[in-house]
């Protein structure tokens, strides 16, 4: 076990992450910390774009209108006006980095895309592989820059604060010294020590059955800073996106939304479109309501998906406006140019997070969040298409500035910390009972608290997930580490989160919708929901505040 010192860690190697991690690097050292190959990551698997305002007819206005629609009145407008108006600036930026976004014919002007909740075309892409595009040269300057050291197949345990270092803390504040990580090639634990710790772990998808996020979106970084006393908020806003492939051998791959933008329509199993019955925009409706359209559809048939007529884009359009979806159909015997595609809606962002201020700081000091993992505002109970790479370009590069300009006066972490204790005892027995809690959390949370919620469902989730956390807590604490039974311990923890948040919101706003609160109610509900654990315990305290 080693220890290592660092000016910056940086947990999370997505655009968030790496946007931070090439500015703090003019001003100190930055490890960056990823679970697999460093390319594996939500903004890796974003299609879309990133939606920003470059078109003559659009304005900063109306984008931040069309975000305020879609937040459903718990938007912070600051936010939303934060990162719409520095929106552009950081684009252009990411061009520097080498990004090269689809361009209009013969013309150096962006060809911007139209998505769903969006009332002009603002959708900056590489046609629909732009989180690859991003990710691919943020990651190749990461590399070339001598102050960035990136640990891939390292898995982060648990922040260190005042708890684990032994420290009494008389004041309010608790503070972060860096974090527990698990070299999972050499089975290893080190203690990385750092002034600023930087949260960039993505969402929490994989808590559902069905997702558009990648293996390693288990909510690590969510359920860490709810250990670490760190405030939470809006876990009950999983936003679903409405079109993920329907196919036995897919792993919900998603048909971006963009497809929809340029034409394409839904349909039921007779051919018959059916969105204008749920909304007068139709397909181009806020991924909500077209989820839930889709969700009322197959309840009624019975069916296991829908179709997406994508023959209004032209046959000969299609692979050149979408090549990676039309390839990756095509793997599965789908030529979308004359077949319609089967899809489903799958969990696909989560709009809250640790809550964060507009320069990324959290409760916990010297403990940032950015990017999906964080609460800034900005998406309120719905996100719009496309802000979210754009949220974490604009509030990443606001955390840099500010942590960098204070890095001096920031003590070391102390040099008490003590080396993780890895002793335990492993019951080989028991592991086969723990290899089916993972799937029965992802199960439990599609069933029961998924698109549509009551009280009785959410009732019978809490009672489940909460025996099999406690189990899991249990296990944990008498067993050497494994990056398997870390991220059930955090699917385990986040899904609880999940659980309680949503059945304290007594109302249908966003993505949060009840059958026994179908209606809004802006008197007791027009407000965010926190969750804040107490450091040195299990117990959770809740409370419901503006």
Same mark, same amino acid.
């Given at each position: ?6 000016? !910056? ?73 934060? *990162? ?63 102050? #960035?050291? #990136? ?10 604060? /005042? ?28 203690? !990385? ?78 051919? /018959? ?230 059945? *304290? ?24 929901? !926190? ?16």
């Amino acid at each position: 076990m080693a220890r290592i010192d660092i000016d !910056f860690l940086v947990l999370g190697s997505g655009i968030a992450g790496l946007t931070y991690a090439l500015k703090a690097a003019k001003f100190g050292s930055v490890a960056i910390i990823t679970k697999k190959k460093d390319i594996e990551s939500n903004t890796n698997y974003a299609q879309g774009g990133i939606a920003s305002v470059f078109g003559k007819d659009d304005t900063f206005d109306l984008h931040v209108e069309d975000t305020l629609a879609s937040g459903k009145g718990l938007n912070k407008r600051e936010a939303v006006e934060i *990162m719409v108006g520095e929106g552009p600036e950081r684009i252009n930026e990411l061009t520097d980095f080498g990004a090269q976004f689809t361009l209009q014919q013969n013309s150096k002007i962006f060809d911007l895309g139209m998505e769903g909740g969006h009332s002009r075309k603002r959708i900056v892409h590489a046609k629909d592989y732009t989180g690859n595009e991003i990710e691919r040269n943020l990651i190749k300057t990461a590399r070339n820059n001598h102050n #960035i050291e #990136i640990y891939e197949n390292h898995c982060a345990i648990d922040l260190i604060t /005042e708890h684990q270092v032994g420290q009494k803390n008389f004041s309010k504040s608790t503070h972060c010294y860096g974090c527990y990580v698990f070299d999972t090639l050499h089975d290893e634990i080190h203690v !990385f020590a750092a002034k600023v710790t930087f949260l960039a772990t993505g969402g929490a998808g994989q808590v559902y059955l069905h997702t558009t996020n990648p293996g390693i979106a288990t909510g690590d970084g969510l359920a860490m800073a709810n250990r670490a006393g760190a405030v939470l908020a809006n876990l009950e806003f999983m936003q679903f996106h409405p079109t993920t492939l329907y196919h036995p051998d897919a792993s919900s791959f998603l048909i971006s939304e963009a497809v929809r933008g340029a034409g394409a329509v839904l349909r039921d199993e007779m051919g /018959e479109q059916f969105m204008q019955k749920y909304d007068k925009r139709e397909e181009l409706a806020p991924r909500d309501i077209v989820a839930r359209a889709i969700d009322a559809e197959l309840k009624k048939s019975g069916n296991e998906c829908v179709y997406l007529d994508l023959s209004p884009i032209g046959a000969k359009n299609i692979p050149q406006k979408f090549p990676q979806i039309y390839n990756k159909c095509l793997e599965y015997k789908i030529d979308i140019t004359k077949e319609l595609i089967p899809v489903v809606p799958a969990a696909h962002y989560m709009c809250g997070g640790v809550v964060a201020d507009y320069s990324g700081q959290t409760s916990v000091v010297n403990l940032l969040a950015c990017g999906e993992v964080a609460h800034t505002g900005v998406h309120g109970a719905n996100r719009l298409a496309s802000n979210s790479l754009l949220e974490a370009l604009v509030f990443s590069h606001r955390a840099a500035i500010v942590s960098t300009g204070s890095i001096k006066s920031i003590a070391q972490p102390p040099d008490a910390i003590p080396p993780w204790d890895d002793s335990g005892t492993l019951n080989a027995d028991e592991w086969v009972l723990l290899r089916h809690d993972r799937q029965e959390i992802r199960k439990l949370m599609w069933d029961y608290v998924g698109i549509v919620r009551s009280n009785f469902r959410l009732g019978r989730a809490k009672r489940r997930i909460k025996m099999i956390f406690q189990e899991v807590e249990e296990f944990y604490r008498k067993t050497t580490i494994t990056e398997g039974l870390v991220e059930l311990r955090n699917l385990a923890t986040v899904a609880l989160l999940i659980v309680r948040c949503a059945s *304290m919101r007594k109302e249908s706003r966003g993505l949060h919708f009840t059958t026994d609160y179908p209606l809004s109610d802006d008197t007791h509900y027009l407000r965010d929901t !926190f969750i804040q654990q107490k450091v040195q315990d299990l117990n959770f305290v809740m409370n419901i505040n503006n």
